[in-house]
């Protein structure tokens, strides 16, 4: 077990939020959308969409997303009884500001489509830039305490196995999201906030050596041998959904969200999920999430994942193996630790959500918290 001093991660800036909207500017950005979906669900979706009148038009605001806005749109049911293959309601994402990027859209697009094909996603109905009009799913979205339930997380990790072994046209190196947490440590100095409480969490985080903790991280990665496979990267549980109308005995979870996957290491998406189980979103209040340490899972948890995991991997391939890589042993030292690499992630890239986005969400309050878990796990790891 390493042993390593914990910086103080201070959470006193966990207070309430200090501005709200107004409510003349929240009545006319509401307005502004409604007036934009409908043109958008007009020019792309045609059929019925084009003729309905706008005062029919309704979009509503879809919980879930720390990175893109999700709306609900949909026109009157009658419109859908002229024999048109069209739907009635769609969901329209806009994309947050730091997925506008021309290269990530279009692999994101690539992936969100060939899954469609596949039946592992949501139809894709149009994409234009800055965001795209897919498939509405009948169904809700996972809930933290969902996910630490054991029959819920074997379903889980039967469908992440399953994701895993695919095959897509994209950038085969595992070198993605190192790449981009590169990228967010070399801007997080030239990040500048008006607010007093974010500068005063801001220049907590940069106490932090994160040029030293970043090698530490490479260091161990390089010594894991993880294998490399076609990764999801986000898998917690506002991106999960349960299909109430499943099958009796088809697994009834869906992965949605697919802007960070690409090809990375196994035990990041293991990793990454077994700390999403100390993270609740759907907290009212500011910072809207709850941050649990002591719900990260435990060895009996974790194994019953794993043992899901391997077992779907082996009976899909209908192959058997002694690698060493695929025993549960192996695989929770190894998601340990990603976790780490996970921890790290997701606190730079708040930070730069901080700067760049307009969700009324603790993006600093959520780094530091990032921050405090990373270096708890750190005592962990072996």
Sequence with gaps: MATVDIPSVSTECF?????????AEALSERLEIHDEAYQLCKEYLKGPWESVPKHEFRISLLQGGLSNKLYICRIPDRYGNS?????????????GLIIKDFTAQIQESVVFSILAERKLGPKLYAVFPGGRLEEYIPCRALCTDDIQKPIMSRYIAQRLSCYHTMSMPVNKQPTTMMKKLLLYHENLVHVQ?????????????????????INYIRNLVQDTDSPVVFSHNDVQEGNLLYLEEAGRNANPIRMIDFEYSCYNHRGFDIGNHFCEWMYDYSFDEWPHFVYKI?????KDQQTNFIKAYIEEHFTASSTTTHDEKWTVAFMIKEANRFALLSHLFWALWSVMQAKMSDIGFGYMEYAIARMDAYFKQKLLVE
């Design 193 to 213: 906030f008006e607010d007093g409480r974010k500068t005063k969490m801001l220049r907590q985080i940069l106490r932090f050596d994160i040029a030293s903790e």
């Design 15 to 23: 207070e309430p939020a200090p501005v709200t909207v107004k409510g």
């Design 83 to 95: 024999g048109s293959q069209c739907p009635c309601i769609v969901i329209l994402r806009i994309y």
């Design 294 to 298: 002591e719900n990260y899972p435990n």
